[in-house]
Antibody
Framework: QVQLKESGPVLVQASETLSLTCTVSGFSLTNYGVIWVRQSPGKGLEWMGIIWGDGNTDYNSALKSRLSINRDTSKSQVFLKMNSLQTDDTAIYYC?????????????????WGQGASVTVSS | DIRMTQSPASLSASLGETVNIECLASEDIYSDLAWYQQKPGKSPQLLIYNANSLQNGVPSRFSGSGSGTQYSLKINSLQSEDVATYFCQQYNNYPPTFGGGTKLELK
């Protein structure tokens, strides 16, 4: 059974760094990319970045200067770090995963999602 | 980035009714389109991919269609459990982008 679960602080001060962990089970991080998506009332759903099965990363250019995604395959964990937080970074942060259909990998068709981590940035 | 525009932003429908939600892409996305359902307090759940392929386990009353820049999600015989917000998402161009959502309520 595929599962993803986010964990991290609920409240972060402005200008500080957000650190979130996504712990996965039911699949290998070397076979699937893991994506971070956030959702806020102001910006809706926003694709943030991906760490691929080979460990490479791609980021949304709007966040690239502040965002890093890493992983520990031995612990089945993916880590998000985003610095210089502002109040409009207040959002629910999800980790999610693509899927294979008929032998083709669709990294951006997200079939499994964590329950989300609600993060408030306080000024 | 490709802009995805959904309409309507909200709609109210009766049980058993047929509902259509539209999604317009700012450029051709060649059917690389997914639909998600999000119930209050829950994560989005995949309904449709490749514009018209039903995700495993999704009821057959859900269907998707469209091509080019115009796509739609159809819900036949609306059920109470279909009350949710629906999002379209393109994955033809990087980065993937989402529509603003359509909130479906019962009349």
């Amino acid at each position: 059974q595929v599962q993803l679960k986010e964990s991290g602080p609920v409240l972060v001060q402005a200008s500080e760094t957000l650190s979130l962990t996504c712990t996965v089970s039911g699949f290998s991080l070397t076979n699937y990319g893991v994506i971070w998506v956030r959702q806020s009332p102001g910006k809706g759903l926003e694709w943030m970045g991906i760490i691929w099965g080979d460990g490479n990363t791609d980021y949304n250019s709007a966040l690239k200067s502040r965002l890093s995604i890493n992983r520990d395959t031995s612990k089945s964990q993916v880590f998000l770090k985003m610095n210089s937080l502002q109040t409009d970074d207040t959002a629910i942060y999800y980790c999610t995963r693509g899927e294979y259909y008929d032998g083709t990998y669709y990294p951006y068709v997200m079939d499994a999602w964590g329950q989300g981590a609600s993060v408030t940035v306080s000024s | 980035d490709i802009r995805m525009t959904q309409s309507p932003a909200s709609l109210s429908a009766s049980l058993g009714e047929t509902v259509n939600i539209e999604c317009l892409a700012s450029e051709d996305i060649y059917s690389d389109l997914a639909w998600y359902q999000q119930k209050p307090g829950k994560s989005p759940q995949l309904l449709i991919y490749n514009a018209n392929s039903l995700q495993n386990g999704v009821p057959s009353r859900f269907s998707g269609s469209g091509s080019g820049t115009q796509y739609s999600l159809k819900i036949n015989s609306l059920q109470s459990e279909d009350v949710a917000t629906y999002f379209c998402q393109q994955y033809n161009n990087y980065p993937p982008t989402f529509g603003g959502g359509t909130k479906l309520e019962l009349k």
